[in-house]
């Protein structure tokens, strides 16, 4: 069972690939969705939900999406046909950092997947390259909200506490104009969700020979989240202009 598989099991019941409830995801689609009629781009968009909700929500919105996870696209394609949108959404299967496009966006996502990019600040420097005179960047990312220990930064990494991480973007050239710090609730929900629907798919397959695998995978998970990181990682959504330029 490769990470691909892992994450689409994981999230069969939380498509938000991130510790955000719908009511967060709506109001922050809404202040990166002002008019109505944006085009798009979610640079690591997974199953597409991000997308398929602005396609939602705003009817003369266009959407277009970058992923190395193919079955995740093609799960993306079925849902849009499903839900009426299919015509408005494209899906490209490549490197999001890599990737080009012939035209700029008015809205870049890049939420949960800065690592990508090499990191917060190399993700929003892409984001730059794709974004339209007058546009906006919704990214988020981990923050530590307390003193981490060594095990902590060795599995998640060179995190920064929250006025750092604001510190930097704004540094970089960047002016917040909306955010969101995902709550306990939201953080728990997540985990629990991410742990417990690959534990139920396992258990619901007692004869699959990756059942065991993602039985294993599952309870490392979440010892590591009750142990190493639950009571100081955070996560930060943030609704960004260019500064200048």
């Given at each position: 069972m490769d990470r691909e598989q892992i994450s689409r099991l994981a999230h069969a019941d939380h498509p938000i690939a991130a510790p955000l409830d719908?009511?967060?995801v709506r109001r922050l689609l809404e202040y990166g969705l002002p008019r109505g009629d944006e085009c798009v781009l979610d640079l690591g968009?997974?199953?597409?939900?991000?997308?398929?909700?602005?396609?939602?929500?705003?009817?003369?919105?266009?959407?277009?999406?970058?992923?190395?996870a193919e079955s995740s696209l093609a799960r993306a394609r079925r849902t849009a046909l499903q839900r009426g949108v299919g015509e408005r959404l494209v899906l490209h299967h490549q490197d999001a950092a890599r990737f080009a496009a012939p035209h700029t966006f008015d809205l870049v996502l890049c939420?949960?997947?800065?690592?990508?990019?090499?990191?917060?600040?190399?993700?929003?420097?892409?984001?730059?390259?794709?974004?339209?005179?007058?546009?906006r960047v919704l990214v988020g990312d981990g923050f530590?909200?307390?003193?981490?220990?060594?095990?902590?930064?060795?599995?998640?990494?060179?995190?920064?506490?929250?006025?750092?991480?604001?510190?930097?973007?704004?540094?970089?050239?960047w002016t917040p104009v909306q955010g969101h710090v995902s709550t306990r609730r939201e953080l728990d929900d997540y985990e629990w969700s991410w742990t417990g629907s690959l534990a139920s798919w396992a258990l619901d397959h007692p004869g699959d020979p990756d059942s065991p695998q993602a039985l294993d995978t599952a309870a490392v998970h979440r010892d590591e989240w009750l142990r190493v990181y639950r009571d100081v990682m955070g996560f930060v959504c943030l609704v960004l202009r260019p500064t200048s330029g």
């Open positions: 719908d009511a967060s968009c997974g199953g597409g939900e991000w997308l398929l909700r602005a396609l939602d929500m705003r009817p003369g919105t266009r959407a277009v999406g970058v992923d190395l939420v949960g997947a800065t690592h990508a990019f090499g990191g917060l600040l190399p993700a929003l420097a892409a984001a730059r390259t794709h974004l339209a005179p007058g546009g530590w909200e307390r003193e981490p220990s060594p095990e902590a930064v060795e599995l998640l990494g060179d995190l920064a506490d929250l006025p750092t991480t604001v510190d930097r973007v704004v540094a970089d050239g």
